[in-house]
């Protein structure tokens, strides 16, 4: 199932119009994938931005024109690899590096997805993209004709762990794909917090919606509380000085902005004001969106 398919398929099961989810999934990979509904979806790039973390299989002497196990195999070399050679080049990728974006993927290219051009036989230009590897974890290691490495990494939003795979092999000389991969977590959803559509479809036919959870839930940003009285001027708009909502000690930038517990939307402290960003309009409760954290791919 794509990401996509997911969204469509739970709007079904909650009767929700708008939904959207906070970073694509392969659709042969599985695991966390948040999804923010109804009003909500106006939160999703704040979601989408948080580092994300991934169980991985790498199998090596095999390179693939997708760069993972759904591709058209395009070199076979006979690896001769010792896992602590694998170790030390796979950990050679820490901290910030570049990465080209692969051919079957998502990004746009003159008003175009590239994985329509690649589709159509188009090798694109593409420029090289920073990103960041902040952990890695070797977890196993199956010697074959084309030995497999299972390892977990921690990255910044935007990375590719197919193109780490690919660029893994291609340092060890013999090339190398993803066979197999689990997002663990993204930003504050974690796997065993997630739920599967099975599992959704059950809990409503038992007219259980707990798994929704409220707008703002894990937002990586500071809290700013506001009187009743600057409420109001919040949701239409309008600005409101620090020294009249007892934020004279909030730091500048963005903050999620609350009154008497309930999310108003998104703030940025500046100039000694503060300045809505995105406003939820009244009412929007539990049920008007949130992170549901959907098991599958």
Same mark, same amino acid.
């Given at each position: ?69 759904? #591709? /058209?195999?395009? +070199?076979?070399?006979?690896? %001769? &690899? ?6 030390? @080049?796979?950990? $050679?990728? *820490? ?62 939003? #935007? /990375?590719?762990? +197919?193109?780490?795979?690919? %660029? &893994? ?6 090339? @190398?794909?993803? $066979?197999? *991969? ?116």
């Amino acid at each position: 199932m794509t990401s996509m398919g997911a969204l469509r398929r739970l709007r079904v099961l909650l009767g929700e119009k708008k939904a959207g989810h906070s970073g694509t999934l392969d659709p042969g990979a599985t695991g966390v994938l948040p999804v923010c509904l109804g009003q909500a979806t106006r939160l999703a790039e704040y979601y989408t931005r948080q580092p994300k973390s991934y169980r991985a299989e790498a199998t090596f002497g095999l390179t693939t024109d997708t760069q993972d196990a759904e #591709g /058209t195999v395009l +070199r076979r070399t006979a690896p %001769d &690899l010792r896992p602590e050679a694998v170790q030390e @080049a796979l950990f $050679s990728f *820490l901290g910030k590096i570049k990465q080209l974006p692969p051919m079957y993927s998502a990004v746009h290219h003159n008003g175009q997805r590239l994985y329509d051009l690649a589709r159509r036989g188009v090798v694109a230009e593409r420029a090289e993209r920073e990103t960041e590897i902040l952990a890695i974890r070797w977890l196993d290691w199956t010697p074959a004709q084309y030995p497999r490495a299972v390892f977990t990494v921690t990255c910044s939003s #935007g /990375t590719y762990i +197919r193109t780490l795979c690919h %660029d &893994l092999g291609e340092r060890l000389g013999c090339g @190398a794909h993803m $066979s197999a *991969l689990c997002r663990t977590q993204a930003g504050p959803f974690q796997l065993e917090q997630s739920v599967s559509l099975a599992e959704i479809a059950a809990r409503l036919a038992a007219g259980d919606r707990s798994f929704i959870l409220p707008p703002g839930w894990g937002l990586p940003l500071p809290v700013l509380e506001l009187p009743p009285e600057r409420a109001a001027a919040f949701r239409h708009g309008l600005l409101s000085a620090l020294a009249r909502i007892g934020g004279a000690a909030a730091q500048p930038g963005l903050c999620a902005v609350y009154q008497a517990g309930t999310f108003l939307g998104i703030g940025r402290v500046e100039a000694e004001v503060l300045r809505p960003v995105k406003v939820l309009s009244a009412g929007a409760g539990a049920d008007a969106g949130g992170g549901t954290m959907v098991q599958g791919g």
